[in-house]
């Protein structure tokens, strides 16, 4: 495996592994009496202030990168953060977290859809053969065969996150020096809280805050708690990653990479909540990661062969920066 590709594959696992502890706490928060949009409001906006002095300090005698890129920045945050936790949370709310998380999960079927229409080239059978085993993985991972409850608006909710997951991949994957990962994530995590105020101010994005005490592994704890874990870990860490592996890897690739971020769910559960995983937990796992084993085979395949459009790394044109560009 090239250095590349596996430095890509530890940041997209990382990436996963970090978004993947967002579920529990963010729930501990919206039990005690938060609403999705003070969640998504708390963590995108704290992000937003610990990238501030490394992004200021990144772009010292560069800040026409800001000029260049703004188009790409609006849309990243506000699409890909803002909406996309926006979304995420307001399913859960109305729906199970594993409802919830298999339509979030769609982006990457997603994903290789939007590459086949962009390409007009149908994907090979290996990267279908990889996309259904993974889905079937997740299904599996989500053990959906308790009682759940579909709502309507829940699932549009879903599905709307799921949209906006595959523009972080797509828009992610974009192979841009002049707009590194930092200034990427910390551009982005700006513009994503402006959206945030903005939505909260006119009444879409409700704001309602409980600062008592929540419940983690059974023990009282401060409500800062979880808020920091979101904020540091499955915001600031898990994108900037995210950025790194999809550069890495392609927006492809690190979609399905991005499906473990559902086993570290579990994990964490497990850990946080005292949620031990099922045996049929384990064994779609195993098949999550046989499944991007195969599209990665893939990739490798036509890599060695002629480029196919549908698995070159960086899948994304430049988007416009400026009305004049």
């Given at each position: 495996?090239?250095?590349?590709?596996?430095?890509?594959?530890?940041?997209?696992?990382?990436?996963?592994?970090?978004?993947?502890?967002?579920?529990?706490?963010?729930?501990?928060?919206?039990?005690?009496?938060?609403?999705?949009?003070?969640?998504?409001?708390?963590?995108?906006?704290?992000?937003?202030?610990?990238?501030?002095?490394?992004?200021?300090?990144?772009?010292?005698?560069?800040?026409?990168?800001?000029?260049?890129?703004?188009?790409?920045?609006?849309?990243?945050?506000?699409?890909?953060?803002?909406?996309?936790?926006?979304?995420?949370?307001?399913?859960?709310?109305?729906?199970?977290?594993?409802?919830?998380?298999?339509?979030e999960y769609l982006a990457p079927v997603l994903i290789v859809g939007?590459?086949?229409?962009?390409?007009?080239?149908?994907?090979?059978?290996?990267?279908?053969?990889?996309?259904?085993?993974?889905?079937?993985?997740?299904?599996?991972?989500?053990?959906?065969?308790?009682?759940?409850?579909?709502?309507?608006?829940?699932?549009?909710?879903?599905?709307?996150?799921?949209?906006?997951?595959?523009?972080?991949?797509?828009?992610?994957?974009?192979?841009?020096?002049?707009?590194?990962?930092?200034?990427?994530?910390?551009?982005?995590?700006?513009?994503?809280?402006?959206?945030?105020?903005?939505?909260?101010?006119?009444?879409?994005?409700?704001?309602?805050?409980?600062?008592?005490?929540?419940?983690?592994?059974?023990?009282?704890?401060?409500?800062?708690?979880?808020?920091?874990?979101?904020?540091?870990?499955?915001?600031?860490?898990?994108?900037?990653?995210?950025?790194?592996?999809?550069?890495?890897?392609?927006?492809?690739?690190?979609?399905?990479?991005?499906?473990?971020?559902?086993?570290?769910?579990?994990?964490?559960?497990?850990?946080?909540?005292?949620?031990?995983?099922?045996?049929?937990?384990?064994?779609?796992?195993?098949?999550?990661?046989?499944?991007?084993?195969?599209?990665?085979?893939?990739?490798?395949?036509?890599?060695?062969?002629?480029?196919?459009?549908l698995d070159q790394a960086n899948v994304v044109e430049p988007v416009?920066?400026?009305?004049?560009?």
């Amino acid at each position: 495996m090239r250095s590349g590709t596996a430095t890509g594959l530890w940041f997209a696992l990382l990436s996963a592994a970090s978004f993947g502890v967002s579920g529990p706490f963010a729930k501990s928060l919206l039990e005690i009496g938060w609403s999705p949009g003070a969640a998504v409001g708390i963590r995108i906006g704290g992000a937003a202030l610990v990238l501030l002095v490394p992004v200021v300090v990144a772009l010292r005698g560069r800040w026409g990168t800001l000029r260049r890129n703004a188009l790409t920045l609006i849309i990243y945050g506000a699409t890909a953060i803002a909406l996309c936790q926006f979304f995420y949370f307001s399913a859960v709310q109305r729906m199970s977290v594993g409802v919830s998380l298999l339509l979030e999960y769609l982006a990457p079927v997603l994903i290789v859809g939007w590459l086949w229409l962009r390409s007009r080239r149908a994907p090979s059978r290996l990267t279908i053969c990889g996309s259904i085993t993974a889905m079937l993985g997740l299904l599996l991972v989500l053990d959906l065969t308790g009682d759940q409850r579909l709502d309507p608006i829940g699932v549009l909710y879903g599905l709307g996150a799921a949209v906006c997951l595959a523009v972080f991949f797509v828009m992610s994957a974009k192979a841009d020096d002049d707009l590194p990962p930092l200034i990427m994530a910390g551009g982005g995590m700006l513009v994503g809280a402006f959206t945030i105020l903005v939505l909260g101010l006119i009444g879409v994005m409700p704001f309602a805050f409980e600062f008592r005490d929540v419940t983690l592994a059974g023990w009282q704890t401060s409500w800062l708690v979880p808020v920091l874990m979101l904020v540091l870990i499955a915001t600031v860490l898990a994108y900037v990653t995210g950025i790194f592996a999809a550069r890495g890897l392609g927006s492809k690739v690190a979609s399905f990479v991005g499906l473990t971020e559902v086993m570290f769910a579990v994990l964490a559960s497990w850990l946080i909540l005292g949620e031990l995983p099922s045996v049929i937990q384990l064994l779609g796992g195993a098949l999550i990661v046989g499944g991007v084993i195969l599209v990665r085979i893939d990739e490798l395949r036509q890599a060695a062969g002629s480029r196919d459009p549908l698995d070159q790394a960086n899948v994304v044109e430049p988007v416009p920066t400026t009305p004049g560009s």
